[in-house]
C-alpha cells in the first residue's frame, strides 16, 4: 500500500480544512486508517483512525476532526473544522494492516502534509 496525503495549507483561525489520503492497492478496505500529526517540537500523535466502519478520535479532537473514507476510490477524509493554531502540524495518513495489529501497528505512511493554523 503507498499514501499520498494532500489537501494541507495555511489557513486562518476558525476556518476549515479536508485533508485527503489517496492509497495504491487492492486491499485498501481491509486495512485501518489513521491519522496522525506532528507539531513543531512535539512527537508524532494519533489524532483519530476508521476501521470496520468505526471510528475513534482523541479526546482533544472530538467534535473537531472527522475521518472518512471512500473504498471505492481507495480515499480517506479528515475534516477538520474551527481550525486553531495549535493545530498546526505536518499531517501524517498511515495504514494499519486487518487482523491482530488492526489500529495498533502501522505499516505503511504518507509523506506529510503541513496544515498552518494563523490567528
Given at each position: 500500500v503507498q499514501l499520498q496525503a494532500s489537501g494541507?495549507?495555511?489557513v486562518q483561525a476558525g476556518g476549515s480544512l479536508r485533508l485527503s489520503c489517496a492509497a495504491s492497492g487492492r486491499t485498501f478496505s481491509s486495512y485501518g486508517m489513521g491519522w496522525f500529526r506532528q507539531?513543531?517540537?512535539k512527537e508524532r500523535e494519533f489524532v483519530?483512525?476508521?476501521s470496520g466502519g468505526r471510528?475513534?478520535?482523541i479526546d482533544s479532537?472530538?467534535?473537531q476532526f472527522t475521518i472518512s473514507r471512500d473504498n471505492s476510490e481507495n480515499i480517506v477524509y479528515l475534516q477538520i473544522n474551527s481550525l486553531k493554531p495549535e493545530d498546526t502540524a505536518i499531517y501524517y495518513c498511515a495504514a494499519s494492516p486487518?487482523?491482530?495489529a488492526n489500529m495498533i501497528t502501522w505499516d505503511y505512511w504518507g509523506q506529510g502534509t503541513q496544515v498552518t493554523v494563523s490567528s
Open positions: 494541507g495549507g495555511l507539531a513543531p517540537g483519530g483512525g476508521i471510528q475513534s478520535y479532537v472530538k467534535g486487518p487482523g491482530i
